[in-house]
């Protein structure tokens, strides 16, 4: 099954409040220099869209990029009704967690009659799970490649055939090694690798957050990278609702991301949104209100995927916040994504018809 990296249980405890965050205090001088819907017909333009999935993912950014104006969206999730734009027209949007909020946020955002969204650069930023063969807790990655773990056939594992080494494979396939026909069309999508390479040249080089916990949790594996520090990489993203956890499932997340990727992807981080968040991104695109070449997606590992040798699966599930990567993975989306934020607003004479050649 899939592993959800949203961590909501954790950052009830340890945060006290995830459903309502604050975009700091307002005051009558805040409006001045903010945009007020001069795109004419087609509302507030914005830059820089920066999507977070609760409410710890978008803290960080408005904690630090203020002063904000709210802007209410008519079906965003309840829990956060509004978007938080700034001076320098960046946005910040969360749209709950789990496929079905964030493709009904985007939705509602993206057909909103109050933003310009048309020369948009559109951020995921998100916590997730890693593969300790790519990455380890902390680490931030920018993916090329988003793939749907779940659109999958299920035998039940211990009733597999012989010869299998997995109970999942494709739908309407007849083994596990087989590519699916992409039916459901959402199955995998490849993102715009100028603009991925572009972010990462920006980012790669940032000092990333660490902490004497998570140290502690890489230490008990026994290769690299997960056992050295974290850094700014480039791999490839899978998403599920499903948490899971272990050595088995974490092998057949990177088979599927070979198998649908034609051998180009490689998986290192699983979430709960990206397909469905980028689904509907296509479908605002349809219609001329997105540009799917503005789409970077950045996850920052919170937690391994599967056990160090000699742990069980359940124990790395059950005890996950005790790797000590939650708050630091929440730091280093915006060390690492914010470098691609400020130089798109900082230059948009060069950003605003696409993504410059460098």
Not at 41 to 70: C, N, T
Not at 173 to 184: A, H, I, Q
Request: charged share 20%; aromatic share 10%.
């Amino acid at each position: 099954m899939m592993l959800t990296r949203s961590l909501g249980a954790f950052c009830a405890v340890a945060l006290a409040a995830c459903a309502a965050f604050s975009s700091g205090p307002a005051s009558a001088d805040d409006n001045e220099g903010f945009s007020h819907g001069d795109g004419g017909s087609h509302g507030r333009p914005v830059k820089v869209m920066i999507i977070s999935m609760f409410g710890p993912e978008g803290q960080v950014w408005l904690d630090r990029l203020g002063p904000w104006r709210d802007i209410a969206v008519d079906g965003l999730s309840p829990d956060y009704p509004a978007v938080h734009c700034n001076k320098q027209d960046i946005c910040v949007m969360t749209t709950g967690m789990g496929h079905t909020n964030a493709a009904a946020s985007i939705m509602a955002l993206t057909f909103s009659p109050r933003f310009d969204l048309r020369h948009t650069y559109f951020m995921v930023a998100g916590i997730a799970g890693i593969d300790p063969q790519q990455g380890t807790v902390g680490s931030a990655a920018w993916a090329k490649y988003l793939v749907d773990f779940g659109i999958q056939w299920e035998i039940d594992g211990r009733e597999i055939p012989p010869g299998w080494n997995t109970g999942y494979l494709g739908i309407n396939t007849t083994s596990p090694s087989d590519k699916p026909p992409l039916d459901y069309r959402t199955e995998v999508f490849q993102l715009n690798t100028q603009l991925a390479d572009t972010a990462f040249a920006l980012s790669h080089t940032v000092v990333l957050s660490d902490n004497a916990q998570a140290q502690a949790a890489r230490a008990k594996y026994s290769y690299a990278p997960a056992n050295r520090p974290p850094s700014v990489i480039q791999c490839d993203t899978l998403a599920g609702d499903t948490w899971w956890s272990g050595t088995q499932l974490g092998q057949r997340a990177r088979d599927w991301t070979k198998i649908l990727t034609d051998g180009k992807g490689v998986y290192c981080t699983t979430q709960q949104e990206d397909n469905a968040t980028y689904e509907a991104l296509k479908r605002a695109a349809s219609v001329h209100k997105v540009d799917l070449n503005r789409v970077a997606v950045l996850r920052a590992g919170s937690d391994f995927d599967r056990p160090y040798d000699g742990q069980t699966s359940a124990d790395n599930l059950l005890n996950y916040a005790a790797q000590g990567g939650f708050t630091i993975a929440i730091e280093n989306l915006f060390r690492s994504g914010n470098p691609l934020v400020q130089d798109i607003v900082t230059h948009w004479g060069e950003w605003r018809e696409g993504v410059p050649k460098r």
